[in-house]
């Protein structure tokens, strides 16, 4: 590979490829937590829920206040599942994690069916690793169609 050949490769793999994989990586990671998050507080709101239905029912304490306890947290749990959906954490954290994959798939050197020069190894490069992002860009527009948005408007 000729010298600057090389450089570009050097200095597209590091600002280019390595910035976004970080960035792709950094995302996933804030999504699955968030993900988490949301399953875990739900399960916790449930559980609460059946503690106090029970306290309820064995008429223990404020038997009022253990009814309206078993009647909010349910309510709670559901408006923070619909927030995760409406987010879509786990579809997008799918996304970023599929977009590290493929980039680094792209990055790997392909075998030459025929010989070819530096210059046009680099530029196979950047063709194949962009045309990883652009895919990756292209998800978003399927994600948002996905997402339905009621018009309560019309009648």
Request: hydrophobic share 45%; with cysteine; net charge neutral.
């Amino acid at each position: 590979m000729s010298q600057r050949a090389a450089q570009l490769v050097s200095f597209y793999q590091e600002c280019r490829i390595d910035d976004q994989v970080r960035f792709y990586a950094d995302r996933r990671t804030l999504f699955d937590r968030a993900a988490a998050q949301a399953l875990s507080l739900s399960a916790i709101l449930l559980g609460f829920t059946a503690a106090a239905a029970a306290l309820a029912g064995a008429h223990t304490g404020p038997v009022w206040a253990w009814s309206l306890v078993a009647t909010v947290l349910p309510a709670t749990s559901t408006a923070l599942t619909s927030y995760s959906s409406l987010y879509a954490f786990e579809q997008q954290s799918k996304i970023y994690g599929d977009a590290v994959r493929a980039a680094h798939a792209a990055a790997r050197p392909v075998a030459k069916a025929a010989p070819r020069t530096a210059e046009e190894d680099a530029a196979e490069l950047v063709k194949r690793v962009e045309a990883v992002f652009r895919q990756e860009q292209a998800q978003w527009g399927q994600l948002t169609s996905q997402i339905e948005i009621h018009d309560d408007t019309k009648a």
